[in-house]
């Protein structure tokens, strides 16, 4: 599928040189903050706006207000060349007398604009010294008849070095005049039941404020170009899914039942009525000749790999292969561990492979999955590389999908015919971003705990009294309990006053050795790493003091308290998985967060979500609303569309209509070359030319 770009829009994507005032250099400088191109600075909106109509008589006039004035020159105090003293116009106005300040200025361009006997319109703002009203530097000076070059409301925009706000200002202006009236791509109903003005109206209103009101994001024109912006990537990303279907059909895997029937019975649990759900959506996807790609989202402790599970177990019975992927070694040997001693009694092997795997061991899986005598690989990125070959992979399953990169997604894929993709994240991720980020993915969500799973309790502890919580653990493991300790670093630095997880393990080892502490972080070798983790596991250490390296993967049901130091350091998301280390017992579980005062507004809020709530899915809600998207995901790790119009947090709403919208355009579309299409086809061309339009062009 190609997508051109319409002539009517060839304005819009010229470079900023065309404009103007804009040569070259300033062209360099503008396109670090803006981009290349018109549409990319018409789209750099004001983030303030001054209000230049106050006109107060002197008396009136308030120290650091923004002020206009009508003016008669009365003298110049003009300093001599390389002085240090500023150069001071005396002004008369109708009620009084004003200084005007100019420190480093030129004599013969003062004595130019601001000759004696004239008079002029100056606006900028004032000061009160020693007595006297002054305005250093007025942002404007105009004759009488030319008062309309200062405009009563005045737009802030965000500068960068070597930018003046004139200079920007003048040329997003310059670029105004060069946008075309379009046929509109928004349902003419929604579009008059919101009252939303035309994309051109739009983006001349958003550029001319008049109140901060108008800065709101909920302000008609700001609402309507942010609701362009995700229209254009919810089309965007409903076609690369269409197309991922079509280029790559998927096959028909239907379970015969034999090996599934037999593995409930055995299980130490009863699925929840989510999991049973998700199981037939899941095995309804795989029944289907298009190639399943689904991402499935559930809370810490919900049983998604259950669920992967059943989904492997249908692809064995259907006399395939099926992989799993995990980011970290841990993890994978904890699945491997886990799916063994399941598939165990059912007469299933299991194999993994990852980077530590011996020499030998490894050529004996490499000939196990490319002869089909191994039927279920699970690893790490060494089942990535291009040696690792499979007879019939009929199912990839990814864990913990935001570890990976915008593609590895379907690397694993790949390297089965027609193979379909299942990914699954323990990270709970809002709505919208599941929507923009993972947009091309059916999302399937685990939204229920398994039957006897138990509340956490959180409590909040200042860092002055890590006495009193040392005492507590060590009455805690007296009494069999056992426990993680966190800390936000390995070692103690200058730069930052956080405990270190080397400090902490030794001074926790002096005054708790019955609990024969042990040490795990990310500078250890794997080797020392498991060893830490085994005795965790196996009862011989009662207390794990570890850095964020056990936050995803690390199950331990006995483990029933986890103290996190410096809690203020840590994001919503990463507190929430790590508290999800404790709680998969039986025992009532326990999360001290301890934080050192006084705390940010921000990290207020964080701590108080997790006190309140144990649901990741409001958690994470509330994670989208105080850091952003692009926190919350990991920019560059995500694939997260960088919005410049939307925010996902104000107008999630609008992400709704927008996905509608854009269901609707493909369901009643004849294709992107039909006649009907083209003002869809300017939209993807506005917006998502660099993302979706250059990935559905390929191929």
């Known amino acids: 599928m190609h997508i051109a770009r319409p002539p009517v829009i060839y304005s819009l994507f010229a470079t900023l040189t065309s404009l103007p005032g804009v040569g070259p250099k300033m062209e360099q400088i503008l396109a670090k903050k803006t981009g290349r191109h018109v549409i990319d600075l018409l789209r750099h909106l004001p ?104 405009p009563e409301f005045e737009p802030v925009y965000p500068l960068t070095a070597g930018l003046k706000a004139r200079t920007l200002t003048n040329a997003i202006q310059a670029g105004l005049q060069t946008v075309p009236e379009l046929e509109d791509w928004i349902d003419p109903e929604l579009l008059s039941a919101q009252r939303w003005p035309s994309f051109k109206s739009a983006l001349l209103q958003v550029h001319a404020p008049t109140s901060l009101n108008d800065l709101s994001p909920t302000a008609p024109a700001r609402a309507r170009l942010a609701f362009d912006e995700l229209l254009a990537n919810q089309l965007a990303l409903q076609l690369i899914r269409q197309k991922t279907k079509s280029a790559l059909p998927g096959r028909v895997i239907t379970g015969t039942g034999r090996i599934t029937e037999q593995l409930l019975p055995l299980l130490p649990f009863t699925p929840t009525s989510a999991q049973q759900r998700v199981i037939k959506e899941i095995t309804a996807d795989q029944g289907t000749p298009d190639r399943m790609l689904r991402l499935l989202q559930g809370d810490v402790g919900s049983g998604k790999t259950f669920v992967a599970l059943m989904a492997i177990l249908t692809a064995l019975e259907a006399g395939a292969q099926a992989a799993l992927l995990a980011p970290t070694e841990i993890l994978a040997r904890q699945h491997y561990q886990g799916l063994s001693k399941l ?112 509340d956490i309790e959180t409590a909040l502890i200042s860092q002055d009294r890590l006495a009193d919580v040392t005492a507590r653990l060590a009455a805690a493991i007296s009494n069999g309990q056992r426990a993680y300790w966190i800390c936000p670093l390995v070692e103690e630095t200058d730069k930052l006053d956080a405990a270190a997880a080397e400090d902490r393990h030794r001074a926790l080892t002096a005054v708790l050795p019955d609990a024969k502490p042990v040490l795990a972080h990310g500078r250890m070798k ?29 199950d331990v049901p006995e483990a ?23 709680g998969r017992g039986d025992k009532q579980s326990s999360c001290i967060l301890m934080y050192q005062p006084p ?66 355009i493909l369901l009643s579309s004849r294709g992107l070359d039909h006649p009907e299409m083209k003002k869809y086809v300017l939209l993807l061309s506005l917006f998502e030319r660099d993302n979706a339009v250059q990935f559905l062009n390929s191929g």
């Open 47 to 150: 983030v303030s706006v001054i209000d230049r109509t106050a006109r107060p008589s002197v008396d009136e006039a308030e120290d650091g207000q923004t002020a206009t004035f009508e003016i008669l020159v009365l003298k110049a105090d003009l300093p001599p060349p390389r002085a240090r003293r500023p150069a001071r116009i005396t002004a008369k106005t109708s009620s009084g007398q004003i200084e005007l300040i100019f420190f480093h200025a030129h004599t013969d361009y003062l004595k130019t604009t601001l000759p004696v006997g004239e008079r002029r319109l100056i606006s900028g703002r004032v000061e009160w010294f020693q007595g006297r009203l002054q305005m250093p530097h007025p942002d404007f000076i105009q004759p009488l008849e030319k008062a309309d070059n200062i």
């Open 343 to 454: 598939l165990k009694p059912l007469g299933l092997t299991p194999v993994l492979l990852s980077g530590n795997t011996k020499h030998r061991a490894r050529q004996d899986i490499l000939q196990g999955l490319a002869d089909g005598s191994c039927q279920i690989a699970i690893g790490t990125h060494a089942l990535l590389t291009d040696e690792v070959l499979f007879a019939d992979l009929a199912l990839a399953v990814v864990d913990e999908q935001h570890r990976f990169g915008v593609r590895q997604r379907l690397v694993l894929g790949q390297k089965g015919k027609n193979c379909d993709v299942l990914v699954m994240t323990a990270t709970p991720i809002p709505r919208t971003l599941a929507m923009t980020a993972y947009g091309d993915l059916t999302v399937s969500r685990l939204d229920e705990k398994p039957a006897g799973r138990q």
């Open 526 to 554: 794997a080797e020392q790493r498991e060893e830490a983790m085994s005795a965790f596991k196996d009862g011989t250490s009662k207390l794990l003091v570890a850095t964020t390296v056990i936050e995803v993967g690390v």
């Open 560 to 582: 029933s308290i986890i103290i996190i130091e410096h809690a203020e350091r840590f994001g919503l998301a990463q507190l929430h998985q790590l508290r999800g280390r404790v």
């Open 599 to 664: 705390l940010s507004d921000t990290a207020r809020s964080r701590l108080k979500i997790m006190r309140q709530t144990n649901d990741g899915f409001v958690i994470a809600e509330e994670d989208l609303r105080l850091r952003g998207p692009g926190e919350v995901l990991g920019q560059r790790q995500s694939g997260l569309p960088e919005f410049c119009l939307a925010d996902l947090a104000a107008h999630s709403n609008l992400l709704g209509l927008a996905h509608q919208q854009a269901e609707k």
